[in-house]
């Protein structure tokens, strides 16, 4: 590369992804280095980008005297949009055995976790820098906040709600492989966890298997369900306008993937029940759930617009369920 040559985001994340298994990374790093220092980043957005893609590779030669140094500069290149690189630098301050000020950087960041989904990066520096049972207390405590919210503003507006559903998404998840990195065993939180990504890999397991049908519990039902087996309300969002939005959004992302043959099915309580019996298995374990799923009558999905929407309300699903998959 001649030293005119601009730097673009393809070959920033091309040699991100060479990194030190590169025979001469300290080549790569000069070369990101140097573009910032001359002003040869083709998009000037990327400068903080390409300092830390410099500085990782710093990190996995064991140089982290001198990535400090990179996401410190990287910071102070694009102090409007700081928050990764903060993170960075106070993992990097904490390996350093810069205890207070690693501390003090990523605890601002903090209040991320509530309203932020990609910034679970947080619990990824902590975790690097050996704290990671500080990490995951920091994603108890916002999920536990989340919750709380979404328990006791039920009329929140649905934007707030596909927010709280997308956090609570990706902090269980996270949480969930944090938990098992660290060799615990699974509480409710990590049970939730299981159950989303269940629930998401059925929509995209639309793609591959043909007809995809999701079960819903029509108002009564659901209602009946969680106070027949309260072990299922970990399972499920706390309201039912929540279960229905869920299965909505869940349909239009599998449709949106271009699965065809979608479906609905109504489970009851007493039907589960009775099925659950004569299969001689537990009514709240996931797979009992499938397989009494797979033994209803499938209602197909989507109803027209102007026909009585899937989830039993009585409403047309142009003014029922239809808006809630978009927010
Ligand atoms: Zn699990
Ligand atoms: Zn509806």
Redesign the pocket.
């Known amino acids: 590369m001649s030293t005119s040559d601009l730097l673009t985001a393809d070959r920033i994340e091309e040699i991100g992804a060479l990194g030190s298994e590169s025979p001469d990374p300290a080549a790569l790093v000069a070369e990101l280095v140097g573009a910032v220092d001359e002003g040869r980043v083709a998009d000037p957005d990327d400068t903080g980008y390409a300092l830390l893609v410099a500085a990782d590779i710093l990190v996995q030669a064991g140089d982290l005297a001198d990535a400090l140094a990179l996401t410190t500069r990287a910071i102070a290149e694009q102090p409007d949009d700081d928050a990764y690189s903060r993170s960075k630098r106070g993992g990097l301050l904490l390996r350093l055995g810069r205890e207070d000020e690693g501390l003090a950087e990523l605890t601002a960041l903090r209040p991320l976790l509530e309203t932020d989904p990609d910034a679970t990066y947080l619990v990824d520096d902590l975790a690097e820098a050996g704290r990671a049972e500080t990490a995951l207390e920091w994603l108890t405590a916002a999920l536990d906040a989340i919750m709380d919210r979404t328990r006791t503003q039920q009329h929140e507006s649905e934007d707030a709600q596909d927010e709280a559903a997308a956090m609570i998404y990706g902090l269980t998840q996270r949480r969930h492989d944090l938990r098992e990195e660290m060799g615990l065993p699974h509480d409710d939180y990590d049970n939730l966890a299981d159950r989303l990504r269940a629930a998401s890999n059925h929509a995209l397991d639309a793609l591959d298997d043909g007809p995809a049908t999701l079960l819903f519990w029509p108002q009564a039902e659901f209602e009946a369900l969680l106070a027949r087996w309260p072990a299922l309300a970990d399972s499920y969002p706390a309201t039912w306008d929540e279960h229905?939005a869920q299965t909505e959004r869940a349909l239009a992302d599998a449709a949106g993937l271009g699965a065809a043959d979608l479906g609905v099915v109504a489970g009851s309580v007493a039907g589960l029940a009775s099925f659950a019996e004569q299969a001689g298995s537990d009514p709240t374990d996931e797979e009992t759930l499938d397989e009494y799923a797979d033994s209803l009558d499938e209602v197909a999905w989507p109803p027209g617009r102007n026909d009585a929407?899937?989830?039993g309300?009585g409403?047309k699903?142009k003014k029922?369920?239809l808006p809630r998959s978009r927010g």
């Open positions: 229905r929407c899937w989830c309300s409403a699903y029922c369920c």
